[in-house]
Nanobody
Framework: QVRLVESGGGSVQAGGSLRLSCVVS????????MGWFRQAPGREREGVAV???????YYDDSVKGRFTISQDNAKTTVDLQMNDLKPEDTALYYCAAHWGWSGASWNNPNRYSHWGQGTQVTVTS
């Protein structure tokens, strides 16, 4: 059974940094893309950053230059380093992963078959 387990998150003042980590386990075939979405109260879930097995990376425009996504050589762990955090980054952050090819956009939640439980990130001004 595939599991995605997130760690990191917490509360930080504006301008601060946090690091999220997600570990995937329980699969027999290498996953394709894996990354982070977030959802703030009253808003839709949105893609933040994704990295694929071939090292392609995607970022939402709102986090470019501030967030960096990376993965280990075994492709089991994906980290999101978040710098210069802003109050608008406050949300529940979810790890997501999919296997195989998909024609959906990288930031379409429907592309991802497996999700973590979410970890809260709160940025205070």
């Amino acid at each position: 059974q595939v599991r995605l387990v997130e760690s990191g998150g917490g509360s930080v003042q504006a301008g601060g940094s946090l690091r999220l980590s997600c570990v995937v386990s329980g699969y027999a075939v290498m996953r394709n893309c894996m990354g982070w979405f977030r959802q703030a109260p009253g808003r839709e879930r949105e893609g933040v950053a994704v990295i694929c097995a071939d090292d392609r990376v995607y970022y939402d425009d709102s986090v470019k230059g501030r967030f960096t996504i990376s993965q280990d050589n075994a492709k089991t762990t994906v980290d999101l380093q978040m710098n210069d955090l802003k109050p608008e980054d406050t949300a529940l952050y979810y790890c997501a992963a999919h296997w195989g090819w998909s024609g959906a956009s990288w930031n379409n939640p429907n592309r991802y078959s497996h999700w973590g439980q979410g970890t809260q990130v709160t940025v205070t001004s």
